[in-house]
């Protein structure tokens, strides 16, 4: 990528180094800005560009949108998927922040990784190339409803690449109610390797490698798979489902979705520091920092199942926090001030911000919960756990009723509280003979 590219993005990424550097400096950071695959820097400096109330409330949707794709790729959930709208001058916008094409979004991005140091521009160029080979052909009159386009977006090839994850991406040109095209566009986490890519796509189409001059990355973002939907009647999913494999440890998306709304309490509080008029950014670290913590202690309690069961699923807030830090903001400041465990994500580390706020640092879970009746359902590890105060000398006084998963009439909701050194007859919600 040459200098000359950059100029169209000078005064933007002058505003954003100006951001960057007061954010660094009130945060103590030194040295060179690190690709991480969530900066709130740049969301910030978005946020300085609105005008009007309705760019404001587009772009807090905007914004959790971006925050939970950021989550996605920090937990390695299985899928996510997006739309992508024609406007009038035959462009393509992002549906949830429709103020600027697409394109505009992609070259920025890769003007900002420039500027940054980036060792990957082969790649990130070559995505846009792609971008805009999808572009061309979804826009044509000729090109039928339904066609798709496959994109392989692997982990990068160089030594401590900034993207780490492994994706494949299925763009489908659709049609609306009232007759307007757009692009839903459905991102797959995939185990496979490039051996295993190379192998299936020569299949599908045999002279698909026939002239490759980039790095194997690079190629497959630059060049799509299209599919015709008048030849192969398979829908995106089938698609997915019969060419590629799912990694096994990917996060299920009804696990994502209990995560999400657990965490959606805290992403409110970060979107409104980020969109303060006063620029402060220990109060927007200390919040980021609170997300992904939250979330982190989320994924481990919707894993823990023989601790959570499906109540967990119900509630608004994760049973890890007491209730006397409901408050969201002593929520932020117990959160906010843990370390922030740092993860391989899809473009860039998922990682937080250590910050100096408050009179104590707080190195663990266990020390953030030490003067609350919080840290005796934490283990060594800050995960839940069942104390021996969960039981007596009957066994455990929390237990699923055996009808709980009864295909014909389960009991609802299913798990059983007994009282310490008494045993009961039956379950309290149906009747069942526990004998307990």
Known sequence: MSAELLIPFRKDLNQISELQRIFDTDLGRQ???????????????KSE???TDKEKRGFKIYETFQITTALRERHHAAKASLNYIFGDDGHLYNQLFPDETFETVLERGLAYRHSNGSKELVRESSEIEGWKKIRDRFSSDRTPIGTKAIVVSGPGIIDETSYKDNYVDIYELKIDSVGNKYIKMIRHASSLEYQDYYEKIIKMEPDYFSETYKPIDAWFLSHPIFVNSL?????????FNGIFERPKEAMKEEDF????????????YYIEALCQPDYNPKKIALAWNAVLNKSDMAKDYIGNVSFLDDSFRKTEYSPLIPPSSQNIEQEVR??????????AAGCGNSEGFETDIGTVRIRTIQEAFSNSIARYSLDSNGKGMTSSEGEDEYGPLTFNC???????????????TRPKHKLLPVCPHCGTNIRC
């Open 49 to 51: 560009q609105l005008k």
């Open 334 to 343: 117990l959160l906010g001030r843990l370390p922030v465990r740092a993860v």
């Open 231 to 239: 030849i192969d009647k398979r829908t995106a999913e089938e698609l």
């Open 31 to 45: 040295g060179p800005t690190r690709l991480v695959n969530y900066n709130p820097v740049l969301a910030r400096w």
């Open 257 to 268: 979705e209990v995560l999400i709304k657990n965490c959606l309490p805290l992403i409110n």
């Open 402 to 416: 055996p009808k709980r998963k009864d295909p014909v009439k389960p009991c609802v909701p299913g798990i059983i």
